[in-house]
């Protein structure tokens, strides 16, 4: 008769909240740093135009999280034939910092939330829509100002937030080069939207992870190649291929679609994998989950507002201080999140 008895698994709940007090930290620390002795609170205007109720709930964690952090928060509700109109007066207004629009607006013409997105001022895009900053995200370019190199480019809040938890994870591994600290690791990620499943994808594949990119038309594989010898991701369809392939391969499975009746197969997830959900509906059996995954992180909304103030914070490092002579403030902005 045997003795032995089969040891429980375990499974760490990581919440959004305790990843997004360190972050926040960060931006108050470095705000103070780069404002020098400005008394003005930096100010984020919002513009709602789509009467979306999880919008208006991320509207109102936004506010309090603004509030709670030193910065201003505008909500500004306004009819979606106004919305143009209203954005350039922002884009305009001297004591406008940061301009976040609330997606989707046009759900049955995708190209005219596209046209909207590109008329927030490039110092204004505190989400990282415009295409300038899209185009050094896919290209994995850091800067908008070369050869200079003292104005970072901004990165999309919900696909950054996965990288800073991944971070917090220690799935990114500090031992190798910046850039190349995800080298061997696989990660599905469930959802290619242009707002978040793509760009997220192609973040993690820029940091060299063999990436599978998964929605309903399919499976495609983002990599730098073999070695990661490319500077950047390069994309490829992997024909009848789905979760079934993916899955069992992958050390981080990534959820995010927006469907209240979709769950990943737990089955098919590996052993001791680190789960994340971005979605606002549970992509994972909680139960279940907990008794496969090694690391389970059932939603990330507080981490993705924490980067937006990260990122306004940036766009305001961004632009160049009055008084040259303040070389303190100069060097603050310069050295803002240098980790990025």
Not at 83 to 93: F, R, T, Y
Not at 132 to 150: A, I
Not at 297 to 321: C, D, E, F, W
């Amino acid at each position: 008769m045997s003795t032995t008895s089969e040891v429980p698994k375990t499974c760490k709940v990581i919440t959004a909240d305790t990843i997004a007090k360190g972050l926040l930290a960060e931006v108050k620390d470095t705000l103070a740093k780069v404002q020098g002795t400005s008394p003005s609170k930096p100010t984020l205007a919002a513009f709602l135009a789509n009467g979306d109720p999880a919008a208006v709930k991320y509207a109102e964690w936004s506010k309090k999280t603004c509030e709670d952090n030193g910065f201003e928060f505008d909500l500004r509700t306004v009819e979606k034939d106004l919305l143009e109109e209203e954005i350039n007066k922002a884009n305009g207004d001297d004591a406008i910092d940061g301009i976040i629009v609330y997606y989707p607006i046009f759900p049955q013409n995708p190209s005219h939330d596209t046209y909207v997105q590109e008329t927030v001022e490039l110092s204004k895009d505190v989400e990282g829509m415009r295409h300038k900053h899209l185009y050094n995200m896919y290209h994995n370019v850091r800067f908008l100002d070369p050869p200079e190199n003292r104005k970072k480019s901004i990165l999309p809040c919900t696909p950054l937030a996965v990288v800073k938890i991944l971070e917090h994870l220690q799935i990114y591994n500090p031992i190798l080069a910046a850039g190349n600290r995800l080298f061997g690791k696989t990660i599905t990620v469930i959802n290619r939207s242009e707002v978040n499943g793509r760009p997220l994808a192609a973040l993690l594949a820029n940091d060299g992870a063999t990436v599978y990119s998964v929605d309903i038309t399919g499976v495609q594989l983002f990599t730098r190649g073999q070695g990661i010898k490319s500077k950047r991701h390069h994309v490829e369809d992997k024909k009848d291929w789905g979760l079934k392939e993916c899955l069992p391969l992958s050390d981080v499975v990534i959820g995010g679609v927006p469907v209240e009746s979709f769950k990943v197969p737990t089955e098919l997830i590996r052993e001791g994998a680190v789960c994340i959900n971005f979605s606002s509906f549970k992509n994972f059996d909680g139960p279940a989950i907990k008794e496969k995954a090694s690391i389970y992180v059932p939603s990330v909304g507080k981490v993705t507002i924490a980067i937006l103030l990260r990122n306004l914070v940036r766009l305001i490092a961004n632009r160049p201080h009055k008084d040259e002579a303040d070389q303190e403030v100069i060097q603050a902005k310069t050295e803002a999140f240098a980790d990025d």
